[in-house]
């Protein structure tokens, strides 16, 4: 079963939350070679902890073995100037860009799609406005996962959840969207 865990699931792991548990057995799975579990290379683009975005990818990879989740397969999702990292995305043609609308509009229909910049005070340059970064970051994490047709997204993130939200991205192609205590379930053998 291949499953793609989100942001929210790393710092799950890194803060040893309850849902770190279900987590560790999609991870134990992975390693025994029951399951696939991949991360989506746009979660190095989201805010981290500190209120800050990295500036390296190092800073990501030593993130994730810090997490218990090295060596783990990226998925990529498409590249945007100013988000992606160097050869972590995709250049994008017109069908890519149609499913990550849809995704967004599902997600997140009050953020403009197009890009929405603002002025950092504190470097007086231009970047995109966190909001509409954090709307991109989630649709391209699901884009990632639908893109490269995968079966289970792992979130505790409600949005992805909500009744109204989650037909839609079923129909674009997500499977299953589930908590990790729900995807850890579908690691056992039926009775």
């Known amino acids: 079963m291949l499953f793609t865990i989100d ?40 805010v981290q902890q500190d209120r800050q975005y990295l500036q390296h990818f190092s ?20 590249a945007y100037w100013g988000i992606s990292f160097y050869g972590l995305g995709y250049l994008a043609d017109d069908a890519m860009v149609e499913l990550e609308r849809k995704i967004h509009t599902i997600l997140h229909p009050s953020v403009p799609f197009q890009y929405v910049g603002r002025t950092n005070p504190a470097t007086a340059q231009e970047e995109p406005d966190p909001k509409w970064r954090n709307a991109k970051c989630d649709a391209q ?14 979130t505790r ?35």
């Open 7 to 46: 942001t929210n699931c790393i710092i799950d792991l890194e803060r040893d939350t309850e849902f770190a548990p279900p987590l560790r057995q999609l991870i134990a799975a992975h390693a025994l070679g029951d399951a696939e579990v991949a991360i989506p290379a746009v979660a190095a683009s989201e």
């Open 141 to 154: 994490a699901l884009w990632s996962h639908v893109y490269h047709k995968r079966e289970v997204f792992v």
């Open 59 to 78: 800073q990501f990879e030593r993130r994730l073995a810090g997490a218990g989740l090295e060596g783990l397969p990226l998925i990529h999702p498409i």
């Open 157 to 191: 993130d409600r949005n992805f959840l909500k009744t109204s939200k989650l037909p839609g991205l079923v129909a674009l192609g997500a499977g299953q969207i589930l908590l990790p205590k729900d995807a850890a379930i579908l690691l056992r053998p039926a009775a």
